[in-house]
């Protein structure tokens, strides 16, 4: 079996002043890589019995926050690309599964919080706190998904999708919940929910799992 796995981002920040670069680059990492090395394994493994592509999307393909455009849209296209996989190798026994992660203690956390530009510089700048705090409990990636990883391998009955990391239970009813309904509870964890502090954020920058080499 093989892991698609693209987990790029960037220092996001509104829609209106993201480059364009900064979306093919997201795009590049994050689909076509994944893309492009699952496209190289395909003879192998449509003629190779049971076997089984485990593709690591995140949460951020089927709910998309505010200021992570690129990396929402780079998920989305994603968990696509996986459906459309799994329907077509069907036929020949391959197993595909997507590994929907939360908030997962990885170097990816760069804890940068942009000054914004107006008129979305307030907003941002409690998104991006409140989004930081949300990793401070968060689990690292064995305690989050190595069971899942295994089943996903293993089980004679994989499941299609596996959710996991930090609220894993309320984000698997999320999908289920109207989007004008979801907008407004969004809205409200943004504006209400604690951020992080200063000496929260440095600490969370030390920890081994997120610091970068």
């Not at 940068?112 to 690292?140: D, I």
């Amino acid at each position: 079996g093989i892991g698609g796995e693209g987990s790029f981002g960037i220092d996001s920040t509104a829609i209106e002043y993201t480059e364009l670069a900064d979306y093919r680059q997201v795009m590049e990492v994050n689909y076509f890589g994944v893309v492009e090395m699952t496209k190289a394994f395909l003879p192998l493994l449509r003629t190779t019995p049971d076997s089984r592509i485990l593709m690591n999307t995140s949460v951020a393909g089927y709910v998309a926050a505010p200021f992570m455009a690129a990396y929402a849209s780079s998920k989305h296209a994603l968990e696509g690309f996986s459906d459309s996989l799994r329907r077509e190798l069907h036929p020949f026994g391959v197993y595909v599964s997507i590994l929907e992660c939360n908030s997962v203690k990885t170097p990816i956390v760069s804890g940068n919080v942009p000054p914004g530009r107006e008129p979305y510089r307030q907003a941002e700048q409690s998104f991006w706190k409140w989004f930081w705090n949300s990793f401070r409990k968060a689990p690292t990636p064995r305690d989050s998904s190595s069971i899942a990883v295994l089943h996903a391998m293993q089980s004679p009955h994989p499941y299609v999708r596996y959710v996991t990391g930090k609220d894993a239970l309320l984000l698997k009813i999320a999908r289920y919940i109207p989007a004008p309904w979801m907008d407004v509870m969004m809205r409200f964890r943004f504006s209400t929910e604690r951020q992080i502090k200063k000496d929260e954020l440095s600490e969370l920058l030390q920890d081994d799992h997120v610091r970068k080499e």
